[in-house]
Nanobody, 128 residues
Framework: QVQLVESGGGLVQPGGSLRPSCAAS????????IGWFRQAPGKEREGVSC????????YYSESVKGRFTISRDNAKNTVYLQMNSLKPEDTAVYYC?????????????????????WGQGTQVTVSA
């Protein structure tokens, strides 16, 4: 049984940092593409970042480029999202997901297919 468990969300002031993590069981993360998505109240789900399994390329949405970094610890079977210079508009539930395809998009963001596996999400709130 595949399980993805996120942790590390929380409340942070604007300009602060958080590093949510996503621990996997029942699946080996470095074999498949992994990524982070988010959904704010009343908004559609947004792809935040992905780490491609084909060539280990990392992609980011335009809204987080330069502030967020995706990484993976193969020994711990865990993926992280380092979030710096957080803004109130980053407030959302953040989800990790795996087993999908992503590639660069002409918009500067990235294209992705629907992931097969999702975590339960972790709340990130950026507020003074």
């Amino acid at each position: 049984q595949v399980q993805l468990v996120e942790s590390g969300g929380g409340l942070v002031q604007p300009g602060g940092s958080l590093r949510p993590s996503c621990a996997a069981s029942g699946i080996t993360l470095h074999i498949g593409t992994i990524g982070w998505f988010r959904q704010a109240p009343g908004k559609e789900r947004e792809g935040v970042s992905c780490l491609s399994s084909s060539d280990s390329s990392k992609y980011y949405s335009e809204s987080v480029k330069g502030r967020f970094t995706i990484s993976r610890d193969n020994a711990k079977n865990t993926v992280y999202l380092q979030m710096n210079s957080l803004k109130p508009e980053d407030t959302a539930v953040y989800y990790c997901a795996t087993e999908f395809y992503c590639k660069a998009h002409v918009s500067g963001s990235f294209f992705y297919t629907e992931p097969n596996y999702w975590g339960q999400g972790t709340q990130v709130t950026v507020s003074a």
